[in-house]
């Protein structure tokens, strides 16, 4: 397959020639047999790695499955995703994981599978799978009532760290929250929810403390560490002034909603971390921008709308958003503060790198052919109606997104967004 007058994220105007799953070339005037696909200028971006999703396999398809997840991943221009642990059973055991790997066998994109902390864990028979990473380990409860104490957190690090696999982290400080908070939440429900109150319940200042506890511990230990949806300036800015083997990601969410969208949201922007005020959101997004902060991952965390339609306290957290990252991203290059690369480098070449993907993130020769084509003349309103998550809704309604033409992965057409169709459930584990 050849790809013709395909832009790159840095401008320039190139072929790419495939050769079964690997990109073979990338110049000018390149030949190939084969089919032969005029981009005309338009943006061709390596697939993205979504570091972070919840596919909810096994335990709670009503909500999402590995194909209907994957469908959506590939629809939105990702080519790898990262699941984690919070399902049922979760992946704390080698036995629980093997269950995992077996539902994943639906997906038609490549992924890893994170391994779970909880004081039942086993880490003799887990570490002795295919890990992608260990985590998101929880500091405090969210889906799936995995919440560790300190303690534990540390031994895991160590583990960790003497069986060279990643530690991925959600931070926040349980003793922090602020309980006043949550009993104003009253008994509004969906949209017509006093959301904020979730806001004032996990407070900034818990993310704050659990981050810098969390890099403490993970720097004594040697360990590589990678703080999860951070929503805060200042928790990223911990994690820049640490050493490189630390590493955040951020959320679209955290970096485009604030508290002043609740109102409209209601339940369904009920979060952890919990959205923040704009003004934390623009310096949020500030340093996203400035390379502060190191990768963008989703924390897609599809639930039905019939279960967000209740009270506060009663919604579970957390929002679908695989297939509207990088659409919404390349929205910010039209008239936002973004640039093609940065988006580039935010989705693809360094969560590839963090985490060792060294055959995913570019477009160069020897690489896999994870790529996506964009027209970034073609932005549309995006809407919950079309997007392929099995929950169906999306806290972006109505935002502007620009969807790929097309998405390959290792060099096979899995999604033509022209014909509204999905290849097979070819994916593969990229740590297997």
Known sequence: MLVRNATLADGRVRDVRIDGERIDAVGTDLTAEGEVVDADERLLLPGAVDAHVHFREPGAPHKETWRTGSRSAAAG??????????????????????QKELCADDALVDYGINGGV???????????RPVFALGEVFLADSTGEMGIDGDLFEDAVHRASE??????VHAEDATLFDPGARDRAGEGTGRGADADAWSAYRAAAAEIAAVERAVEIGVDAGARLHVA???TPEAVDIVADAPDAVTCEVTPHHCLLSRD????????????PPLRSEKRRAALYDRVVRGRADLIATDHAPHTRAEKETTLL?????????????????????????????????TAATPAETFDLDRKGRVAAGMDADLALYDLDRARPIRGGRLHSKCGWTPFEGRPGVFPEWTLVRGTRVYDGVMGTFGSADGVNVRG
Do not use: C, I, K
């Not at 069986?163 to 991925?168: K, S, Y």
């Not at 339940?267 to 952890?272: A, D, E, H, I």
């Not at 679908?320 to 008239?335: F, N, R, S, Y």
């Open 77 to 98: 221009g990702v080519t790898t995703v990262v699941d984690q642990p919070n399902t049922d059973p979760p992946t704390t055991t080698g036995a629980a994981y093997d």
């Open 118 to 128: 909880t004081p039942d864990w086993d880490p003799e028979t887990l570490l002795d």
């Open 163 to 168: 069986a060279g696999v990643p530690v991925t």
């Open 229 to 231: 949806h951070t929503s």
């Open 261 to 272: 969208d609740l109102g409209d949201l209601g339940t369904f922007g009920r979060m952890n």
């Open 314 to 346: 009663d919604a579970p957290s957390g929002v679908p958003g695989v297939e509207t990252m990088v659409p919404l991203l390349l929205a910010e290059t039209l008239d936002g503060p973004l640039t093609a690369e940065r988006v580039r480098d935010l």
